[in-house]
């Protein structure tokens, strides 16, 4: 499946959650778990990763190049259905990160605004982030209509929600 020519969305294969997506990953959120939690745990951000694979959604993102004719991933993006009757038919995005040297060029962007449109397939109607208070990733998520609905003081983090209609 294409968003363009130059994105490929592809589902998880084996092997790449340790290849690319728990650098990645660990790379934009350590400092923010540091703070926060006091220290990144390789063990439990695997859990939660596999856990998501076998209940919510996991997706890569690729762009073909012109020198070689490859695709190389650029980023990957995480979701689940909150799964209790008062939040029906709402979502919950787990991660979604964009290689540095991608980033500031739409691809973030096109990658959450593919996240939406499979959540609507799927029946959801919100779409709910957890964002540290000082990552500055909340005005991405502004830009694209995301509206803070609560703050968890314990670890600092910003509840953002947008309907998805």
Known sequence: MFLNKLIKIREYKKGEYEEFILPLCKKHMKP???????GWNDNANKKQFFNILKKGYVYLFEIETKQTNKNILIGYATFIE???EENKNKYTLNDIHVKEEFQKQGYGSKMLLFVENKIKELKGTKLKILVFKDNKSIEFYKKHNYKKINFIEKNDTIVLEKELI
Do not use: L, R, T
């Not at 923010?32 to 006091?38: A, L, M, Q, R, V």
């Open 32 to 38: 923010y778990f540091d703070k926060h939690f006091g």
């Open 82 to 84: 909150e799964k209790n």
